[in-house]
DNA sequence: AAGTGGTCTAGACCACTCA
DNA sequence: GAGTGGTCTAGACCACTTG
């Protein structure tokens, strides 16, 4: 740390990035703990304060886990709970939608001006594009149409496998998911959509937009979804 | 603080509780400055890193504002901001829809067995009941069903004006508001909503289920809404 | 009993705002 | 330049978990 003192930014961001490097580089792996904070504090040179500060900003970012006690967890991105965390659909008694698409075949193209703008690329990045749907009782209710940057995820078009949904795929790439903004509308599934969801066409389907970010801001994944919800509920949990 | 000092809840909690209450019982008032928190923490006897771990949390529950180099002040709930905070809906151009409901007449009556469940009442408590229904440009486009205990708002049957949004609400009766869980789904509108919102029977709707809590986590209103979004979105955030 | 994170203390110095 | 919140230090003690 001592060569970053100078640096106008605060200690504790600095020692956050310091200590994602190490995740990143294997040092640590997913599930194990951790050193305990004095020792991480002694290791880094600053104050156990300082340490703890960072150490909580990652525990809120859901990169690790604390346990009085216990110790100081890495947070396991291929666990169910954390390659959920961005499906908010519950069944009618609450608990979370389990979902498991199948994945399309992908495609690379040059970005249309709108996956440009939403995905925050150079006009003519290259893209991959995908779709997934989603089954329920073998019936599908649900379908993605996905859009990633190329320059991300190179290689993908070998990976579908990994696609299934944006945690575990860029937990593939060495990245961390973050933030994510979704917008909501409802519109009527066209004749396409009907015969899929196998429902009437005209019928109330919900539609998401959705763009997920790495940990640091970098837009990673832009998802059109359309969800026939027969039963169960779209959960929105408001600050 | 010192006779609470042998609690076995952190200080730092007690110390919210007791800010909440100064500012409950009108000592500052919305909108001005509080003591700095070397002041604060020498009036209660805390250290100041104490003082500030519960000044921080009140920050992030949306009561306080913090901004160095100007000090710490008291949120305004009756500030358009505040009273639109749980409103989701946005435009085409992603600013939030300003939203003016008009307030049916309000009643009382006893809680049904739902509305015992969703408000975390005693069987037969009293409720009261009442509609809001949104306009843009002289055109309905939304309507709420509110339900809110009776035990919470006395005499809110002769405050309507005070109705349109929740946040309004709670401050008038002293309360401040906090989380809320909003359930979304979508479905045909029947022949009444249809009529209301000038559209066709069956167009699909945008439906809401939301119950909004008192900081605390008391339960204070409980809202089924249907909305015809003829534009824009409802914006999720997924942290 | 040993080890962990959670709380709390009592300061210092820095960055920012405003008169 | 005075006053504010933001950062950082260097500890102490407590609550909880596990062997």
């Not at 709108?114 to 649900?142: D, I, K, N």
């Not at 004749?191 to 998401?208: C, Q």
Request: proline fraction near 6%.
């Amino acid at each position: 740390m001592s060569e970053n003192r100078f640096s106008t930014r605060p200690l504790y961001l600095q020692l956050r990035e310091a200590l994602l490097e190490r995740i990143a580089a294997g040092q640590w792996k997913a599930g194990n703990a951790i050193p305990n904070e004095a020792d991480l504090a002694r290791d880094f040179g600053v104050s156990p304060g300082t340490m703890r500060k960072a150490l909580d900003l990652l525990e809120a970012q859901r990169v690790l886990t604390r346990r009085q006690g216990r110790g100081t967890f890495i947070n396991d991105q291929n666990s169910a709970e954390m390659a959920q965390r961005y499906n908010k659909l519950r069944g009618p008694d609450g608990r979370p939608v389990v979902v498991e698409p199948e994945v399309g075949p992908i495609g690379e193209a040059a970005a249309t001006e709108q996956e440009v703008r939403r995905l925050g690329l150079e006009p003519q990045a290259r893209v991959y594009r995908f779709t997934r749907t989603y089954f329920r009782e073998h019936r599908a209710f649900m379908m993605d149409e996905v859009v990633v940057p190329a320059a991300i995820f190179p290689g993908l078009e070998k990976q579908r496998e990994v696609a299934t949904d944006v945690v575990t795929l860029a937990q593939r790439y060495g990245l961390l998911t973050g933030s994510a903004a979704e917008r909501i509308t409802t519109g009527p599934a066209d004749a396409i959509r009907a015969g899929i969801f196998n429902v009437a066409p005209g019928a109330p389907l919900l539609n998401f937009d959705r763009v997920v970010f790495e940990l640091n801001g970098l837009p990673l994944e832009w998802r059109l979804g359309y969800c026939h919800l027969s039963s169960g509920y779209y959960l929105a949990a408001l600050g």
